[in-house]
């Protein structure tokens, strides 16, 4: 389980927990092969400079550790769960954000995926907050398809459960 036991109520419980798709990686990925290829050709071919090499693997160090390891850690470090009280958001590294949107302040959930998202098993998660009209985006969401209908059977009980305890009233 990626959500943290401390971040639940009493009582709470996850019902899917995830960060998003690994395919958030592949281009911090391929942007570490092209630079560790500029680096290996720039080695080969600039051989009598010591200095310039120097340079050159400090700044393809400096845009590994920005482009590649920072990637990583966001990744790493951005996730989600749906519990059966609410859905969970965490992203951020240096300063942590989080999203708490109640169940029942939910009025719509739906997804898209593009042709990459759909041979990858992922897509965007789109779930509209009744209380402020706006629209909150989750992107690569791995089984995209099966999170929203397991929120939209949550919506469909929370709701169904509501609407009961109005006609007893």
């Avoid at 482009?67 to 790493?76: A, E, M, S």
């Amino acid at each position: 389980m990626v959500i943290k036991q401390k971040s639940l109520n009493a009582g709470e419980k996850v019902l899917v927990s995830s960060r998003t798709h690994p395919k958030a990686l592949l281009l911090p990925l391929l942007t570490l092969v092209v630079l560790l290829a500029v680096g290996v050709l720039v080695q080969v071919y600039v051989t009598d400079n010591g200095t310039a090499l120097l340079v050159v693997w400090v700044v393809i160090a400096l845009l590994v550790l920005w482009r590649v390891v920072w990637k990583f850690l966001d990744w790493l470090t951005s996730t989600y769960a749906l519990t059966d009280q609410r859905l969970i958001t965490r992203t951020g590294i240096l300063t942590r954000r989080g999203h708490d949107i109640p169940i029942g302040r939910i009025s719509d959930v739906s997804f898209e995926h593009d042709l990459i998202d759909r041979v990858l098993g992922c897509g965007t998660l789109v779930i509209t907050n009744a209380s402020t009209n706006g629209q909150v985006l989750l992107y690569d969401i791995p089984h995209v398809e099966d999170a929203q209908r397991r929120l939209n059977e949550l919506l469909n009980r929370f709701h169904g459960d509501e609407t009961r305890a109005h006609e007893g009233h």
